[in-house]
């Protein structure tokens, strides 16, 4: 345990009841599920490359971490192997619900964008996951599905409001955009002629590639043009401020298909400073390298939120120094637990196990320094693991 936990209050007992919110987060892979060595490294890593995956992420500290981490929780040796043959004669489903019971976690928000046809339909995961539940549009595969059947950009815009209007009607409880693996988040406006000429090329490139009642959607070409990106994510927004759910934004790392360099969030200041769009929340999600920039976008814009899913667990020890640094000036009122965590209970586990630890040595080291209380660390934390997301999302409290 780190020094700073042992001066004030003990921050992980005093939370433990508390059913944290993980605001953001992706389904499971259907089982039964062989699980090899090579697929249990890859969820602890961002690289796509086989040779990462195989000789080097067992070199990490975050992927150390992992298995010394499950080892605990599993009663097993920390190596591999042990961890690995600890799901054997195990029921899958009742596996992976009691390493979700043991991490904390008491609603999942889920993305079901990421892991395709290998994963849990929303439909599935509810019925094999006893956690509640919540959904999250993704913005670009739903205009993806939906630019075939319109004739121009007005009626795509005017069928993506539909649809997600939709959405939310049916439970959906946010928006998420992954302008920053298409396009990049340095958000601009486009001329009606611009954007007219944009998905006109989109359109036939989409055409030419197979008619979409016969191909697969992963065969068409993505929507990556900027024009349409920057003009999709505006009309998103002014949407979401409509129905009243906050617009979550992939922000900094990801895996190599993303340009880090245009994934600063200090690119979406328009939609901060757009009067038309007041009243909008923006969660800013990852953040990582960039969670200065989005610590400043949340002190100083109402609707700017953030999170450090993904660089806790996956940045180790500097992702949770990245979370003291984000709260010297985000308000922890604007900040949120989340995971990121998709593909494998172990992965929901350690990242929720390191989520905590980190909240805690941070504001535990704020006690010491003097900066809060002990008991203002302790309801910052409450805050931060389920009070902010309830509130933000239009929760019922757990």
């Not at 936990?5 to 089982?31: F, K, M, N, T």
């Not at 920053?180 to 006109?200: C, I, M, T, W």
């Not at 129905?243 to 901060?272: I, K, N, T, W, Y």
Request: charged share 20%; net charge negative.
């Amino acid at each position: 345990m780190d020094p700073g936990l042992l001066a004030g209050p003990d921050l992980l007992a005093e939370w433990e009841g508390i059913r944290a919110v993980d605001h953001h987060c992706h389904p499971l892979l259907r089982w039964p599920l062989e699980l090899t060595p090579l697929r249990f490294r890859a969820v602890f890593t961002e690289a796509a490359d086989p040779v990462i995956v195989r000789e080097h992420v067992p070199c990490t500290v975050a992927y150390r971490g992992a298995v010394a981490c499950l080892a605990g929780a599993l009663g097993c040796a920390a190596t591999e192997d042990a961890i690995l043959s600890a799901r054997d004669g195990e029921d899958p489903g009742a596996y992976a619900n009691r390493l979700l019971e043991r991490s904390g976690t008491g609603v999942l928000l889920l993305d079901h964008g990421f892991g395709g046809e290998a994963v849990f339909t929303a439909a599935e995961h509810r019925q094999e996951i006893s956690l509640p539940q919540h959904e999250i549009v993704r913005l670009e595969t739903l205009a993806e599905n939906l630019a075939l059947d319109v004739g121009d950009p007005s009626e795509w815009r005017q069928a993506v409001h539909a649809g997600l209007r939709a959405a939310v009607e049916g439970g959906a409880c946010a928006v998420k955009t992954i302008a920053a693996y298409r396009s990049g988040l340095q958000l601009h406006r486009h001329s009606p002629d611009e954007v007219a000429r944009e998905f006109s090329r989109w359109r036939a490139a989409m055409r030419r590639d197979g008619d979409h009642s016969s191909e697969s959607t992963h065969s068409r070409p993505r929507l990556t043009s900027k024009a349409l990106c920057d003009t999709l994510v505006f009309e998103a927004a002014a949407c979401c401020r409509t129905l009243g759910v906050p617009l979550q934004v992939h922000c900094g790392f990801g895996d190599p298909d993303e340009d880090l360099a245009l994934a600063s969030p200090l690119g979406l200041r328009p939609l901060f400073e757009d009067s038309a769009l007041r009243g909008l929340n923006v969660m800013l999600l990852h953040c990582y390298p960039y969670h200065r920039e989005a610590a400043y976008l949340a002190a100083v814009y109402p609707g700017a939120f953030m999170d450090l899913s993904l660089a806790i667990p996956l940045a180790a020890v500097d992702g949770a120094r990245a979370l003291r640094e984000a709260l010297g000036l985000c308000p922890w009122s604007k900040l949120l637990y989340a995971t990121d965590a998709s593909r494998l209970p172990e992965l929901y586990f350690v990242a929720a196990t390191r989520q905590r630890e980190a909240l805690a040595t941070a504001l535990s080291g704020l006690v010491d320094d003097g900066f809060l209380s002990g008991d203002e660390a302790v309801e910052a934390g409450r805050r931060v693991l389920a009070g902010n997301a309830i509130a933000l999302y239009g929760l019922r409290p757990g």
